[in-house]
């Protein structure tokens, strides 16, 4: 076999000059997301409602009818016209409170996911990108901080630091980053193995820059997806506290210290508008806010 | 300049729990200005390993020494982590093989080769656009700007390798290490990237470091070859003398394991025999041996050293001097 015979094989295969086949503009990935984001009416209907509850918390001094601090004179009134869903054991406007605690159990929620979301991401980047015994390290103490009972450790903090909001919202936090961490660093084990990360080196890109802008945006989905149930999960954290008189302090009202008005009997079985009410935004919230999960996960899945 | 790249004694061990292995041992070779140099050989035989330990592409386990890299007259070898970040990309690219996944799926075709020129040419915004859009057009797509705008995922594999291409020349690199770049490509589709990547050359007077294991690419595209074996260059000529006088059984046997057009229907091709060898148990002497059909008993207890047959012509066989090609 000669070399001539070669070059006609390859010159065979030689189609002329380049004819590259273009495509249709594509639909952007955002685009595709939110149609299948609107594909679930629950989703939509949790969104709905979430966009409602956060403009009620902005606008929270003008809808609520009363001052959410004024004492009047009758305790534990039942609903009347002047206050649609009664007054408290001191005499505060239901309603009043109801709607100025949507700002409490929002602000928790997204808050604490904001900084434990970020935390937890810079960890799992970290421990996954540079391995070894970085790696190691961070991972036991990941593991160390799953191990804790966190409600005991969150009481005992509380206790010794003394309750606010603050507080409260560093404390979650503190005890939630490790499952974004473990989430993000299996995720970037497996990107940082992919192609696109060494033609990134290859075209000489450092490791912030690959890290930050190559591999992050990859796992932006799951991060995403674990986040929102972590709002509601928060939030629902911040009125347990409440309720055990560790959160939110009165006078501030939360729907969590709003409920444990009815840890006695009587408020219980005799006055449901005292607990009703909280209990009810706190399902509603948190089913409304955990819908939008489910929706974000079927739309941000690249397998979906 | 002389060469824009030369590798002298290039070892490369990973370290394993079975021992070291050296899937490229001792070699020597260098690429001049506007040269395309290919690397061929079968799976295993050390050539991608060879490509990317030049930009030190290697990642963990992989340890690169003895021996000296030298790209673009400057020492690689001795570079630091961030010295040696400036060479990739500027100094000598790289196009992988799997066009489907060497781009990021989340950013846009724009994203990816703005990132690349702001790196490497220093432009930025619209300068940096206007620059993307004319890397498309030399890379052969034709409605650029349109195409900036689109994902990976919206492009077929031909035109991804063209993108990859184009983010490769931002830098306006004295050499492209091209892995297999048309390996996952159809035919016509190759035929269209050979080509490109010859225009390349000719009009930056880039030189292309082509490691393949297709002999018809060598045939299209090569000045000079290196036929490796088990981590060790057997053979290193130019072009036309390989595929007229091929001198290593191990080059022959490839040669006629690929079909000619002016075979009858009833050719049949011939194979070697066995399978390269498990790095970590190579035989003794001549690695080829056990596969060779002239191996005498020399080959079986020393190993032979890659020798000038003739000018310009190298080769790591006991018996190249005694008997000449058939």
């Known amino acids: 076999?000669?070399?001539?015979?070669?070059?006609?094989?390859?010159?065979?295969?030689?189609?002329?000059?380049?004819?590259p086949t273009q495509e249709a503009a594509p639909e952007n990935g955002l685009r595709q997301a939110a149609r299948r984001f609107a594909r679930h009416r629950l989703a939509v209907l949790g969104l709905a409602v979430t966009v409602a509850l956060a403009l009620t918390a902005i606008l929270a001094p003008w809808l609520m009818p009363h001052s959410p601090y004024a004492v009047t004179a009758q305790f534990s009134a039942p609903p009347s016209a002047s206050h649609w869903l009664g007054t408290d054991q001191v005499g505060r406007d239901v309603l009043s409170r109801l709607i100025i605690a949507a700002r409490v159990s929002l602000i928790v929620g997204f808050a604490t996911v904001a900084i434990y979301v970020a935390f937890g991401t810079l960890v799992g980047l970290v421990s996954a990108y540079f391995g070894g015994w970085i790696d190691a390290a961070i991972m036991r103490l990941t593991d160390m901080f799953l191990a804790f009972p966190f409600m005991m450790v969150i009481l005992v903090i509380v206790s010794a630091v003394g309750a606010s909001l603050p507080t409260i919202i560093a404390v979650i936090a503190l005890f939630s980053w490790p499952s974004v961490a473990l989430l993000v660093r299996s995720n970037?084990?497996?990107?940082?193995?992919q192609d696109f990360v060494t033609a990134g080196r290859a075209l000489g890109y450092g490791t912030p820059r690959l890290l930050f802008r190559h591999i992050l945006p990859n796992t932006a989905g799951p991060i995403i997806v674990n986040a929102t149930f972590g709002i509601a999960s928060a939030i629902l954290s911040e009125a347990g506290l409440s309720f055990l008189g560790m959160g939110v302090q009165p006078p501030t009202a939360s729907w969590g210290n709003m409920l444990s008005e009815a840890?006695?009997?009587?408020?219980?079985?005799e006055q449901p508008w005292l607990w009703v009410p909280a209990g009810s935004m706190l399902l509603v919230t948190v089913l409304a806010i955990n819908f939008v999960g489910d929706g974000l996960r079927d739309a941000l899945d690249p397998k979906a | 300049m002389k060469h824009v790249l030369e590798i002298e004694e290039l070892t490369v061990t990973f370290r394993t729990e079975n021992g070291d292995v050296r899937p490229v041992d001792d070699i020597s070779f260098a690429v001049r200005p506007g040269e395309t140099v290919c690397i061929v050989g079968e799976s295993g035989s050390g050539k991608s390993v060879t490509s990317l330990a030049i930009l030190n592409l290697l990642g963990k386990g992989g340890e690169i020494g003895p021996g000296r890299i030298r790209l673009a007259g400057e020492q690689l070898t001795e570079k630091s982590g961030a010295e040696l970040r400036k060479a990739r990309g500027k100094d000598a690219a790289m196009i992988f093989q799997e066009p489907m996944t060497t781009?990021?799926?989340v950013l846009t075709i724009g994203d990816q080769l703005r990132e690349a020129i702001r790196l490497h040419a220093g432009l930025r915004g619209k300068a940096a656009n206007a620059y993307a859009a004319e890397l498309l057009r030399e890379a052969g797509i034709a409605r650029a700007e349109q195409v900036l705008k689109q994902y990976p995922h919206s492009l077929s594999g031909g035109m991804r390798q063209r993108v990859v291409i184009a983010m490769a020349i931002a830098g306006k690199p004295k050499l492209l290490i091209a892995d297999e770049p048309t390996t996952a490509l159809d035919v016509t589709v190759q035929a269209q990237i050979l080509a490109l990547l010859k225009r390349l050359r000719t009009d930056h007077d880039t030189a292309i470091l082509l490691i393949t294991h297709d002999l018809g690419v060598v045939a299209e595209m090569a000045d000079r070859v290196l036929v490796m074996y088990a981590g060790q260059i057997v053979e290193e000529t130019d072009v036309f003398t390989l595929f007229d006088r091929p001198l290593h059984p191990y080059t022959r046997g490839l040669m006629k394991a690929v079909p000619a057009i002016s075979d009858g229907p009833d050719y049949r091709l011939e194979a070697i025999p066995g399978s390269v060898p498990d790095i970590g148990r190579l035989p003794q002497g001549c690695r080829f041996h056990p596969r060779c059909p002239a191996a005498a008993d020399r080959c079986r207890g020393e190993m032979p050293t890659l020798t000038p047959a003739a000018p310009a012509h190298l080769v790591r066989c006991w018996l190249a001097g005694q008997s000449p090609a058939s």
């Open chain 2, 103 to 105: 781009l990021n799926p």
């Open chain 1, 1 to 19: 076999m000669s070399h001539s015979e070669l070059r006609l094989d390859a010159a065979a295969m030689h189609a002329a000059e380049p004819h």
């Open chain 1, 188 to 193: 970037v084990l497996s990107l940082k193995a």
């Open chain 1, 263 to 269: 840890q006695s009997l009587t408020v219980l079985t």
